[in-house]
């Protein structure tokens, strides 16, 4: 398995509250995405990142931002959280992007109230 | 608007016999595909993937289909064992892009 984890696993929040969401990794793959998981959806990419500093948005990244100043660490953060956001948020890395095979962490369930 | 299509939400196997989940996608720019497995409270587990320069891919008990002109794949299971009972995701993607688009899963359930 893939050396990925994510914190924190289960988080309460309020409508309005700022959250952010850590993926860490132990591969040392260059590559590190976030997705959200909703019934009816599938997985959507919200951001991703290509190398420190360097990120770019997906499918669905209104209302979030990003960041990595590490290789090893990708921060997911909803500045105002929002009812819309409730959802499975799962990280995923791969070594060279381009459509390669990604491998994804345990997730983290976020509802916000 | 969905670019990659699961149609069953669910499918009820009996142990030992084949399980077959399908796929359908949009996109002719897709040109690699991939089946995940996700139980509940975990991640996605990569299963077996296949490139649009073959038309099948066979991993042990897994085989995978494609289908280009008919943009189908399919994701062959033989036997199912009640361990496969999970959500599985097929998910397609653009060379040179970073994206994968993901189906919205079928759920297996495989019966002792």
């Known amino acids: 398995d893939a050396g990925i984890t994510q914190s924190p696993r289960h988080k309460v929040t309020e409508t309005g509250t700022p959250v952010t969401l850590r993926c860490h990794q132990t591969?040392?793959?260059?590559?590190m995405y976030w997705y959200r998981q909703d019934p009816g959806h599938g997985l959507r990419l919200i951001h991703y990142?290509?190398?420190?500093?360097?990120?770019d948005k997906g499918e669905v990244s209104d209302g979030y931002s990003v960041s990595r100043s590490k290789t090893e660490d990708f921060l997911l953060t909803l500045e105002s959280a929002t009812s819309s956001q409730t959802s499975v948020y799962f990280c995923?890395?791969?070594?060279?992007?381009?459509?390669?095979?990604?491998?994804f962490g345990p997730g983290t369930r976020l509802l916000v109230l | 608007d969905q670019q990659v299509k699961q149609n069953s939400p669910s499918l009820s196997v009996q142990e030992g016999r084949i399980s077959i989940l399908n796929c359908d996608y949009t996109?002719?720019?897709?040109?690699?595909f991939l089946w995940y497995k996700k139980y509940p409270a975990e991640g996605p587990t990569f299963l077996i993937s296949?490139?649009?320069?073959?038309d099948k891919n066979e991993d042990g008990r897994f085989t995978v289909f494609l289908n280009k002109s008919a943009k189908h794949l399919s994701l062959h299971i033989v036997p199912s064992q009640p361990g496969d009972s999970a959500v599985y995701f097929c998910?397609?993607?653009?060379?040179?892009?970073?994206?994968?688009?993901f189906g919205t899963g079928t759920r297996l359930t495989v019966i002792p």
């Open positions: 995923a890395i791969s070594g060279s992007g381009r459509g390669e095979t990604q491998y």
């Open positions: 591969e040392n793959h260059r590559y």
């Open positions: 990142s290509y190398g420190v500093k360097d990120t």
């Open positions: 996109n002719s720019m897709f040109d690699y």
């Open positions: 296949i490139s649009s320069i073959k």
């Open positions: 998910a397609a993607s653009v060379s040179g892009a970073n994206n994968l688009f």
